[in-house]
């Protein structure tokens, strides 16, 4: 599903690469934390899966496509297979929650008649039935949060990429998010999740990957955040 | 729902930003009032060549003291000429009729020719008034030959009076497009930017370029065309009230301008208006927007 071969990633101003030299491979269906300490390299694989960055060598691959040598219009359909959350929640503050998720839909050319039956579904799977009409600023973070997973979630992507989605969640709050994700996974969907918040990690006992300086120092099958 | 979509983003962006759009709209108007003056005079000049050349003639005059044989053999080289159309031979008296005629509101003048001061000549027309210098080479050395007077010589004067107006115009435009255009990318910038967050979502679950970009295009080519209304209306009031009007005098020595040209100008500058801020805008894009 995922394939990242000797990647390094090289910001023109740093002094040492952001990636050096990582391998990685995901399967179908995992569940995959990326863990590490801030600036160690994490949010750089979310960028590269992404392909919002390219690697300064090595290749990517995500679903059997190599994205080194993909056409710059064919980036937008590749990202249709991607679903993504990130710390800040990233919702549109003018729009519902309703609004939000439909926004995913309109502007990749789905009708209205879609959005109607698919929102509300999605919307009651992350826990936020009867609050469709409510603005961002009317929700709690854990709520903002899940509307960000509706909206990662409602094209059914075959991977969800998670950069730090508790980041800026409490502990409970947190769990709830997680046992989202971990249903989502259960759907057969990928989950990549970048995370520093060692609770959680050693709570879920899925694949951890640590990175440290920009390489890989661990890769456990069942792991804890040690 | 994707069109309605486009176009609403459209209505809003031209809004958000109301008094920076119609400062561009009469900047690109300004710009292209020019354009459509300087295209029309372009026009106007063609016009006007093809009805003074067709009026036009050479004046052949011959000496004082040409003798009957010079005369003859004058004429007779100008009607084997295959440059020539038409030929008049005019006697003196007749060339003192016409100075009178021609004069006849300023009788000192025409008091202090006498009959024997104005030469005679060979009015010529050529089948094509270009060919001058052609006719001319035929013609030179020919005894009793004084002097071969070109009018289209005249003409060109008048002409390249035009084409500096015409010129200017056109500078004027091209600064005025400059202004215009800069305008159109910081609209688009203050789009891009106060849109920053829909288009960060929109590239996130894969929304295509064009999708992401049409509202901007389009807002820029909507703010062009109505500049380039603006534009004809201008040009059409410009000749209502002024070459129709007070300056109607001025068409003694113009031919009138047609409708069919003036209407002509309206898709002109509906393209130039609309096609160059839109290109504007998507060129602004390409620096503010990455996929």
Known sequence: ?226 | MRLKYVLNEVLIGLWRNITMTIAMMITLSVSLTMLGASALMYLQVGQMKDFYYAKIEVSIFLTEDITDGQRAGIDAALTASPLVRDKVYETKAQALARFRKMFRDSPTLVDAVRPDTLPESFRVKLKDPEAYDEFTRQLAGRPGIQLIVDQREVLGKVFRVFSSIQLLALVIASVMAVAGLLLVGNIIQVAAYSKRREVAVMKLVGASNWFIQAPFVLEAMAAGLAGSLLAFGGLYAGKVLLLDGPLQALSKLMTPIPDGNLWLMLPLLAAAGAGTSGVAGWITLRFHIRV
């Open chain 1, 1 to 226: 599903m995922i394939q990242l071969d000797h990647v390094t990633k090289r910001y023109p101003t740093a002094s040492r690469p952001a990636l050096d030299d990582a391998t990685v491979g995901i399967e179908k269906g995992e569940f995959v934390f990326f863990i590490g300490p801030s600036g160690s390299g994490k949010s750089t694989i979310v960028k590269l899966l992404l392909h919002e960055i390219r690697p300064t060598r090595g290749t990517v691959t995500v679903n059997a496509e190599a994205l080194g040598s993909m056409r710059s219009w064919r980036i937008a359909r590749f990202r249709r297979a991607i679903g993504c959350v990130f710390q800040d929640f990233r919702l549109l503050p003018n729009r519902t929650a309703y609004e939000n998720v439909a926004f995913a839909l309109e502007v990749i050319g789905k009708t209205n008649a879609v959005a109607r039956r698919v929102v509300p579904e999605v919307l009651e799977l992350v826990g936020l039935g009867g609050k469709e009409h409510r603005y961002p600023h009317e929700l709690s973070g854990g709520e903002q949060q899940r509307v960000a997973v509706a909206r990662a979630f409602v094209n059914r992507p075959l991977i969800l990429l998670a950069d730090e989605p508790t980041g800026n969640l409490d502990p409970d709050t947190s769990i709830e998010i997680m046992r989202l994700l971990d249903r989502i996974n259960r759907t057969g969907t990928t989950v990549v999740m970048v995370t520093h918040d060692s609770t959680i990690v050693n709570q879920m006992r899925r694949r951890v990957v640590e990175i440290e300086n920009g390489r890989i120092v661990r890769d456990q099958p069942h792991g804890s955040y040690a």
